[in-house]
């Protein structure tokens, strides 16, 4: 009832909110978000918003272009590449996926998510020897990452390595 009180930047979030969560249709909140955009093209939070509208309604390449817009909007929000990269092996595209996982880990080389994530890619992609690479070097950079002390682990027991594998998992 009071939404006219509010800021026009701030009435698009919101309506686009309501029509998802309160009304349940997707395709308003889209519609909405689409406008804000529209209007307000260099709102990073505008197509932020609409980027996830479109992965939660399985329009990938959509959200994906949103997300580069994204990074054309503000080049320092490197945390969009993990996300573009998420988006590409959400449609089994692994070598695009793992572009922009080098991408990010060339932008934030201290963040060991980023080689743990292309530890993930190496291994679904069935290179062993790059996976456990990928994983180790998540390890040299947190030697307490348990995510990649049991991805190792796990690869190792994939790989016949029981011993290994044992022994990662003790550790």
Same mark, same amino acid.
């Given at each position: 009832? &009071?939404?006219?009180?509010? !800021?026009?930047?701030?009435?698009? !979030? ?8 309160? +009304? ?15 209007? #307000? ?12 509208? &479109? $992965? ?5 390449? /959509?959200?994906?272009?949103?997300? $580069? +817009? ?6 320092? +929000? ?9 988006? &590409? +092996? ?11 996982? /080098?991408? #990010? ?6 963040? !060991? ?21 990928? &994983? ?6 947190? !030697? ?28």
């Amino acid at each position: 009832d &009071y939404m006219y009180r509010l !800021p026009e930047r701030v009435q698009f !979030p919101v309506r686009a909110i309501t029509y998802w969560i309160v +009304r349940r249709d997707m395709e308003r909140a889209i519609a909405t978000s689409e406008m804000w955009t529209e209007l #307000y093209p260099d709102d990073v939070e505008a197509h932020e918003q609409l980027a996830g509208y &479109y $992965e939660v309604a399985g329009r990938i390449e /959509e959200a994906r272009a949103e997300q $580069e +817009r994204i990074l054309e909007l503000d080049p320092g +929000r490197i945390g969009q590449l993990q996300m573009i990269s998420g988006l &590409y +092996r959400a449609e089994g595209e692994f070598e695009k996926a793992l572009e922009y996982l /080098e991408r #990010y880990a060339a932008a934030a080389p201290s963040d !060991p998510t980023a080689f743990t994530g292309m530890g993930d890619l190496h291994r679904r992609m069935g290179a062993f020897p790059e996976a456990r690479q990928s &994983y180790n070097r998540a390890l040299a950079l947190d !030697p307490g990452d348990v995510a990649a002390l049991v991805r190792l682990a796990s690869l190792s027991y994939e790989t016949g390595e029981f011993e290994a594998a044992e022994s990662g998992l003790a550790e």
